[in-house]
């Protein structure tokens, strides 16, 4: 077993879910496009540090920003939008986004995507080893958990569930719904950003396929699974979204066919998660 | 010009079978009902299967694609929506229960099918000349069975009396059930309706275009834009939808090439939700 690998991508998903969380398990918006957000950022990571010779935080703080403009656009647009034509909305975005970064062959590389991208440096140290990616990936996770964990327990998160659960009720209280949901996406996309980031500069190589529509409704599943509302839930999603694949790998299920055979038990635990427990394996906001 | 005209109105019928299906489930359960692309899928590789199995002709193939997709509705209604509904799980939870089939569908045809690109090769693709363009059978026969089925179905919701108790569950669930209707009767038969044509629309994919197993995710989410971008039950509105998307699509390849068209039309159809959301007061936030 690859134990950095699994340590860098368990970050990863536990940002992207985490991200997601923000959205769905406090603002009660269902949101296909986590996959924007994250390939955005993972390709201006990419371009900024393979063809211009930039650092990692640099490049990492800019992606960020771009991840939040197009947030922010997005959130412009939806402001006027709830349930499924939300929904439809963070489809079409995620398709546009993604015949984007497959065809604007001069900037994104196209189907052949960016390679030889370096990997992570912090002041001016190379962290070379994978042992060492995987220390500042968990850094970076750790460090949005208790970002996250504040915010839950803040009186700002006790808005946000509020607008949730019932909106007239909090407007009459002053609480603005449009300004909520704009941050959350904003927010949610500054994590999925560091996410992309991690992903650019540990992997070394980046491609289209990393940010489809499968890899939004992917999250998605993870936060269903593991439960929303809360820091655990998404932490406990990212943990079955990297060790399934992983165990059956190392029981040698599938062969060729093992990825399909992950998303048909991803699938059947969706399910089976909505009809007995909408809260997730460990979350707090009740889905049905 | 005409000629992408022409193949715009035939994949606007192929779309439009498929489009009127999910706008029976929609606007009757208001479900985002994903699970059309799954059955959508099914109905592809049920009619690859008996043509390839059986040797079944056109008219068979289809048939036995239609009665999948409804066995499928049915079976999705009762296993899988009625007893999220019986225990009045929201729109969210049962949009992520169709989410979930359709992983599992797509995923399990993949491995039983293949990924790659599979086609019906029972008509003859070879096209003909009429009137300045060039069609096949196969697309003449998009645009009838559209023409037939839109006909036959506006007249039965204008004209039976399941037509007007659909109708009636549409405009107010609440009161058609004080009024006596059975729902779960109506929602069994929409959901089977439904996937019906959702079956018959791949059927016809399988025969045009060809399908491969993650397909039904974009017949969905094509399906869904015909119904939920106007936001019209209208069939003929859907239909026309349906055919202006395809329309829009074959401009967008011929100018900017094929790659960018699914781009464009999700640009339209976000211009499209934010002209509609402005209208309608159900979308506003405070």
């Not at chain 2, 929609?26 to 692309?37: L, S």
Request: aromatic content about 10%.
């Amino acid at each position: 077993m690859d134990f950095p690998h699994i340590l860098i991508m368990l970050a990863i998903y536990t940002l992207l879910v985490s991200a997601l969380n923000i959205v769905l398990g406090y603002g009660g918006m269902i949101s296909l496009c986590q996959a924007v957000f994250y390939g955005v950022s993972a390709y201006t990571t990419a371009i900024l540090t393979t063809w211009l010779g930039w650092s990692s935080i640099p490049a990492m703080l800019v992606s960020g920003i771009v991840a939040s403009v197009v947030a922010l656009i997005l959130g412009s647009i939806s402001m006027h939008f709830r349930g499924n034509r939300f929904v439809l909305l963070t489809i079409s975005l995620q398709v546009i986004v993604s015949a984007i970064v497959l065809n604007w062959t001069g900037v994104t590389g196209g189907t052949s995507g960016i390679s030889g991208i370096r990997g992570p440096s912090v002041f001016g140290f190379m962290l070379t080893t994978k042992w060492e990616q995987a220390g500042f990936a968990v850094v970076l996770a750790a460090i949005a958990l208790v970002l996250l964990s504040r915010f839950h327990d803040s009186p700002y998160q006790r808005a946000f569930s509020a607008i949730r659960e019932d909106q007239l009720a909090a407007q009459s209280l002053g609480k603005n719904p449009k300004y909520f949901r704009f941050s959350a996406l904003v927010l949610a996309s500054l994590f999925s950003a560091v996410a992309g980031s991690l992903y650019a500069l540990t992997t070394g190589f980046i491609d289209p396929t990393s940010f489809t529509i499968d890899e939004s409704v992917f999250i998605l599943a993870a936060l269903a699974i593991g439960g929303s509302g809360n820091v655990r839930g998404p932490l406990v999603g990212a943990a079955v979204a990297v060790f399934l694949p992983e165990t059956l790998r190392l029981i040698d299920i599938g062969g060729g066919s093992a990825a399909n055979i992950r998303q048909i038990l991803y699938g059947c635990a969706l399910i089976i998660m909505m009809r007995f427990r909408p809260k997730g394996l460990a979350g707090n906001y009740d889905l049905s | 010009m005409i000629q992408v005209l022409a193949n715009a109105i035939c994949s606007g019928a192929l779309l439009a079978v498929g489009a009127i299906g999910f706008g029976l489930v929609y606007f009757t359960t208001r479900h985002f009902h994903i699970a059309h692309g799954a059955v959508f899928t099914l109905g592809a590789y049920v009619a690859l299967y008996v043509s390839y199995g059986f040797g079944f002709s056109v008219p068979l193939v289809s048939l036995s694609a239609m009665i999948v997709g409804f066995i499928s509705g049915i079976a999705i209604e009762r296993l899988l929506y009625a007893p999220l509904i019986r225990r009045k799980a929201s729109n969210e939870t049962v949009l992520l229960s169709s989410l979930g089939l359709y992983i599992v569908v797509a995923n399990g045809i993949a491995i039983m099918a293949g990924d790659q690109n599979l086609m019906l090769r029972q008509v003859s693709q070879d096209p003909f000349q009429s009137f300045g363009v060039a069609l096949t059978s196969i697309q003449v026969l998009q645009v009838v069975i559209a023409f037939v089925l839109i006909i036959s179905l506006a007249a039965v919701l204008r004209f039976s009396r399941l037509g007007l108790a659909l109708r009636a569950v549409t405009e107010n669930p609440g009161l058609s059930v004080a009024h006596g209707l059975d729902l779960d009767r109506i929602r069994v038969i929409v959901l089977g309706s439904g996937s019906l044509l959702a079956g018959l629309a791949g059927c016809l994919a399988a025969i045009d275009t060809g399908v491969s197993p993650h397909i039904g995710l974009r017949a969905m989410l094509e399906a869904s834009v015909c119904c939920l971008a106007v936001g019209s039950k209208s069939l003929l509105i859907q239909a026309a939808m349906a055919v202006t998307l395809m329309l829009l699509q074959g401009v967008t390849g011929w100018w900017f090439g094929v790659q960018w068209s699914s781009a464009a039309t999700f640009l339209i159809v976000m211009v499209l939700l934010l002209r509609r959301a402005k209208r309608d007061p159900e979308n506003r936030l405070g």
